[in-house]
């Protein structure tokens, strides 16, 4: 099995989810980074593991997405996933026996795989049994839309709802007509660990914080964070290239035998020294060349690193990332703009944060990385 989506599978069970705890001794703070900007015309934002949007199922249900076209090899693994059920909470004591269930917020439990619906509704019911809730769980007909979990969880207040067993985190109340910054704070760590972000800040308004709600984790494994407009998210293409073009690239130990064997000359990509391959092909041929030295690859035995890159959403956002001294890119979806940026600490669950002025307005959005001093 793919060893991101064994991740995404130990997510999927009944136990709750956890937040990441970085155990390292905090220095000085070194400053902050102006990683770009962010425009959310719908006023919803999303946050999430920008390598998870191909699993984005926007308005539809996502039980319309085929698991083996998003990298599940394991057929068992596939059909749980795909059999998952969704719940509603219904009773006089539904939010609290949500709360105190403590398994996901809100009045809707998502993506419970098929071999644990059975379990989670006992489980459910000992519960509120034993803590003399009046509530129940009610299996939805149709799975809810990642979009409409997105904007429904903003309508509440904001929180986190899971896309597939990955934890993400939506919230409302955003200023819709002006462009908010995306500052990162950089903290030394000392020997071993180095300087890395501590949190990463979208800027709202102006005013003192009254408050700071914890809205739920993320949960990450392709060390990346996107910040995006909830109605840009529907339009995003993750893999499907916007122009039919695609690049191949490849590195590591082998590049230099395998340059000179497919004469292949650097990529030439910002960012990425000493990477060979080829640049806006079309996908066809590009599919060709990849296949080609991956099959040189194995028939060899040789360590090199194969990447086809279609000219996708996540391709352009990804090409600004790696040529950003801050590791951060942008793109441009219609009136909304979304921004990716690497963790700096790889993959984890992340604590986010609302800062709330005494009206409850919302001031800023804060992911957490690790503690600052």
Not at 6 to 18: D, E, F, G, H, Q
Not at 92 to 98: I, K, L, S
Not at 122 to 147: K, N
Not at 320 to 326: D, I, L
Request: net charge negative; with cysteine.
């Amino acid at each position: 099995m793919n060893s991101r989506w064994a991740s995404v599978a130990a997510r999927l069970t009944i136990r709750p989810l956890m937040a990441c705890q970085v155990a390292v001794d905090s220095r000085a703070m070194e400053g902050m980074f102006e990683l770009g900007a962010i425009r959310c015309p719908s006023g919803t934002l999303v946050i999430i593991d920008g390598g998870y949007l191909g699993l984005w199922s926007g308005d539809r249900s996502p039980a319309y997405i085929d698991p083996v076209s998003l990298g599940i090899e394991d057929p068992a693994l596939a059909a749980d996933i795909m059999g998952a059920l969704d719940f509603a909470v219904t009773g006089p004591d539904a939010a609290a026996a949500v709360r105190t269930f403590d398994r996901q917020s809100g009045a809707r439990l998502h993506d419970i795989p098929a071999s644990q619906a059975a379990e989670f509704e006992a489980t459910f019911d000992g519960h509120c049994r034993s803590a003399g809730l009046d509530a129940r769980l009610e299996a939805l007909p149709v799975r809810e839309a990642h979009a409409h979990r997105a904007c429904r969880t903003a309508e509440e207040g904001g929180g986190g709802f899971l896309m597939f067993g990955v934890p993400v985190v939506a919230v409302g109340g955003v200023p819709r007509s002006q462009e908010l910054p995306v500052l990162a704070a950089q903290v030394d760590y000392g020997d071993g660990v180095g300087a890395r972000w501590s949190e990463i800040v979208i800027k709202m308004r102006e005013g003192h914080v009254a408050s700071s709600p914890y809205l739920g984790d993320i949960g990450v494994d392709w060390a990346r964070v996107l910040f995006g407009d909830v109605d840009a998210l529907n339009t995003w293409q993750h893999d499907e290239p916007v122009d039919g073009l695609a690049d191949v690239a490849f590195w590591g130990a082998a590049a230099d035998e395998a340059a000179a064997t497919f004469a292949a000359p650097e990529l030439g990509e910002p960012g990425e020294d000493g990477v060979r391959g080829w640049t806006a092909l079309p996908v066809s041929q590009a599919l060709d060349k990849a296949r080609a030295l991956s099959r040189w690859k194995e028939e060899t035995g040789q360590r090199m690193a194969v990447d086809f890159r279609p000219h996708s959403h996540h391709w352009q956002i990804m090409r600004k990332v790696r040529a950003s001294p801050v590791e951060a890119g942008s793109v441009d979806l219609a009136d909304a703009r979304v921004l990716c940026a690497m963790t700096s600490w790889g993959d984890g669950s992340f604590p986010v944060n609302a800062d709330l002025n005494a009206s409850g307005d919302l001031l800023a959005v804060r992911v957490r990385f690790a503690p600052t001093p």
